[in-house]
C-alpha cells in the first residue's frame, strides 16, 4: 500500500515540478524581507486594559491610546504601498543611530523608551494630583555603540562601574570620563542578568572624550496608591506617554475629567511633565475621527499645524487641542463643553 502511495506522489511531483518550483520561488520572492516599514493606518485603543491604580477612580468616558499600524515590508506590502491611499514606507536604516544596529536593538530602544514614558508619567501624574512619590531606582542602559574599535559595550548592558566608581546618573559617566588620563577604563555591566567586566577604551569626539556610546537612564518610582502598567508585547516607545498621565491623573482624583467623552491623543512626556512631539500624526488623527473619538489632543508645534491642516482638508468634526504640558489638557477638559 505504502508503494502505491509513494508511486503516485512521485509520478506527480515529477509531473508538476515546473509549476511547483515556480510557486515556491514566487512565494519566496514574494514575502521576502526587505529593508522597510510599511505604515499601513492607525486607530485607536482605551488605556484601561493596560493601566490599573490602586482604589483608582472610575470614569464615565475613556482615555485612548492614538496608534499607527506598522508592518515590516516585503515585496508585496512594498508595492501596495504606492497604489494603495494613505499607504506609506520608511527605511528600517532610518530608525537607526548606527549602520551596525540590528532589530533587537531597535526593539530594545523602543521597549527602554516604552519604560522610561511609563515612569514620566507616574510621576507627573503622582505630582499633579499631590499623590505621594518617590525615586526607587535609576538604572542605565546602553543604547547604541557608534564606535567598535575595541569596544566591548553591547546594546542592552546595564552600566553599573565605570574606572572601579558606581553609577548614580549620567553626569557621573561624563566626569568619569572627562577627569581621566587613561587610555582605556574598567567597566562593570550587567549582561544577561551576570555581571561582566571588560576595559572601555575611551575616544576623542569634538573635543570631548568618550567611550563610543550612547547610554540612556531608566527611573522605577514607588508610589501611595500603587499603580500597575502593562503594555501589550508589540507596544513599544514612548508616544503614549502623554495619553498614560492624564489616565493616571485622572484614576487619582476625585473629579470625572472625561465626563463621558471619548478622548484620543499622543504625545511624549518628560520627566517634568512636557509633552514632545510624535511621528505618524495623520494616522492617529484619522484613526480617532474613525474610531468616533470626541477630542484629540496633541503636541504643540508641527505636530498641531499638521493636524489642523488635515482636518481642514478633510473636513474632519472632531476637536484638536494643542498641549505643551499635561495640566494644558487637564485644564482643558475642566472646561470643556460641547
Known amino acids: ?58 470614569t464615565n468616558g475613556s482615555y485612548n491610546l492614538s496608534y499607527v499600524t506598522q508592518v515590516k515590508g516585503n515585496i508585496i506590502n512594498y508595492l501596495l504601498s504606492y497604489v494603495m491611499p494613505n499607504w506609506e514606507r520608511d527605511k528600517v536604516s532610518d530608525y537607526k543611530y548606527d549602520e551596525s544596529d540590528n532589530l533587537e536593538d531597535l526593539k530594545f530602544r523602543d521597549d527602554l ?31 547604541s555603540i557608534y564606535s567598535r574599535d575595541g569596544n566591548n559595550f553591547k546594546v542592552g548592558d546595564k552600566l553599573l562601574e565605570l574606572d572601579n566608581k558606581k553609577i548614580n546618573s549620567l553626569e557621573d559617566v561624563k566626569n568619569i570620563i572627562n577627569i581621566s588620563s587613561k587610555d582605556y577604563l574598567d567597566a562593570t555591566v550587567l549582561r544577561d542578568k551576570r555581571e561582566v567586566h571588560f576595559k572601555a577604551k575611551l575616544y ?72 514632545g512631539p510624535i511621528g505618524g500624526v495623520k494616522y492617529k488623527l484619522l484613526g480617532a475621527v474613525n474610531s468616533h473619538a470626541d477630542i484629540f489632543f496633541v503636541p504643540s508645534g508641527n505636530n498641531y499645524k499638521e493636524a489642523v491642516k488635515i482636518k481642514k482638508k478633510r473636513k474632519l468634526k472632531i476637536k484638536i487641542v494643542k498641549v505643551e504640558k499635561a495640566e494644558d489638557a487637564i485644564n482643558y477638559l475642566k472646561k470643556y463643553s460641547k
Not at 506527480?12 to 499601513?40: A, G, M, Q, S
Not at 499633579?128 to 546602553?142: I, P, T
Open 204 to 275: 576623542n569626539y569634538k573635543k570631548r572624550k568618550v567611550i563610543g556610546v550612547i547610554v540612556n537612564e531608566l527611573d522605577s518610582y514607588s508610589v501611595n496608591p500603587k499603580v500597575k502598567i502593562k503594555f501589550n508585547s508589540n507596544e513599544s516607545g514612548p508616544s503614549a506617554g502623554f495619553m498614560t498621565t492624564l489616565f493616571i491623573y485622572d484614576s487619582l482624583t476625585k473629579y470625572d475629567y472625561t465626563r463621558g467623552l471619548k478622548i484620543a491623543g499622543t504625545g511624549t512626556i518628560s520627566s517634568n511633565g512636557y509633552v
Open 1 to 58: 500500500m505504502f508503494n502505491k502511495y509513494y508511486a503516485f506522489f512521485k509520478k506527480n511531483i515529477k509531473e508538476n515540478l515546473f509549476y511547483i518550483i515556480t510557486i515556491i520561488v514566487f512565494l519566496v520572492i514574494t514575502f521576502y524581507p526587505l529593508d522597510y516599514y510599511i505604515f499601513t493606518g492607525g486607530g485607536i485603543s482605551n488605556i484601561d486594559s493596560r493601566i490599573k491604580v490602586e482604589n483608582g477612580y472610575k
Open 113 to 143: 523608551d516604552l519604560k522610561q514614558a511609563n515612569a514620566n508619567a507616574v510621576k507627573t501624574a503622582y505630582i499633579l494630583a499631590g499623590s505621594d512619590y518617590k525615586l526607587k531606582s535609576r538604572s542605565f542602559y546602553v543604547i
